[in-house]
DNA sequence: TTTCTAATTTGTAATGATTATTTTATAATT
DNA sequence: AATTATAAAATAATCATTACAAATTAGAAA
């Protein structure tokens, strides 16, 4: 995601209003790395905005998905997960305590060994998705 | 997942009664390339099965995955989809019609990668997502 | 073959995430 | 300040999945 700034600029450009509760959604996922849910952000937010409604979550983080500034992440079936970092990277889920982390390792060259043999499909994205114990868990047992 | 027949000693073996409802599932799976839901199972048993239940879908597939015979993709996160192929592989998903098709690479090296530099994680498992258009897609336009 | 019992199936209800809808409120512009 | 298009809020609807309880049945044992 864009810095707060650029990316009211980018709002304003797209004829997006800027009001409060997007203001809160951007802020909380500014540098946010604990891939929140639509739930965990209106949790957090309903503290300072009593009148925050699930719904406006909802489509804020839709929005800027579509914009393109936000992942969402599929390890999760339960439920989405968002991630504010739109750097090419991939994630770990914690099969013990279901906390998922970033793995910032490039694996850029498997594009070229898939395109190779599937050349008839044209490949826009892929993203891996670990799975395993973290260290936390780890040292409990 | 194991041929039927070896499926079958496995049941027997772990206690698990040989129903219809599931001998039925089981061939649906057998062979099976189309990444199938819940429900499309469900669907193309009702016809020979008008008394199957939803649930014992739900059930025997969940029981088949406990046994390690089948994977659950992670791929669409509208719904859970089942590949009876449970050896090491990963798939695509194209953005326009949805389907889902195998990729057959090995990409076992990756492991090494992040085990190198996240060695307070045990990775136990992975798999690639990956998204583009279909050959059939790219053809249509 | 018949009986018995634990496992399974089935139908239905409950849950939880997500989407749709409608009304009310408000940001941004004139 | 008035206007208007956009957004927020509240609520209902939807859909996949899970939970549950009652009826059924596979398979073992008599």
Redesign the interface.
């Known amino acids: 995601m864009d810095s707060i700034v650029s990316l009211v600029q980018k709002c304003k450009k797209a004829g997006l209003k800027l009001t409060p509760q997007r203001l809160a959604i951007f802020k909380t996922l500014d540098g946010n790395k604990t891939h929140p849910t639509v739930d965990s952000i209106y949790q957090s937010l309903k503290k300072d905005f009593p009148t925050m409604s699930l719904t406006t979550v909802y489509n804020t983080l839709e929005t800027l998905y579509e914009m393109g500034e936000i992942i969402?992440l599929?390890?999760?079936?339960d439920k989405?997960h968002f991630d504010p970092d739109n750097k090419k990277h991939h994630h770990?889920k914690c099969?013990s305590c279901g906390k998922i982390v970033d793995?910032l390792?490039n694996?850029s060259e498997?594009l070229e060994?898939?395109e190779l043999?599937?050349s008839?499909?044209?490949?826009?994205?892929?993203?891996?998705?670990?799975?395993?114990?973290?260290?936390f868990c780890?040292k409990k047992n």
Request: with cysteine.
């Open positions: 969402k599929d390890i999760d079936p989405a770990f099969s793995v390792i694996f498997i060994n898939v043999q599937n008839n499909f044209t490949i826009t994205d892929f993203n891996i998705n670990f799975r395993g114990i973290c260290d780890s």
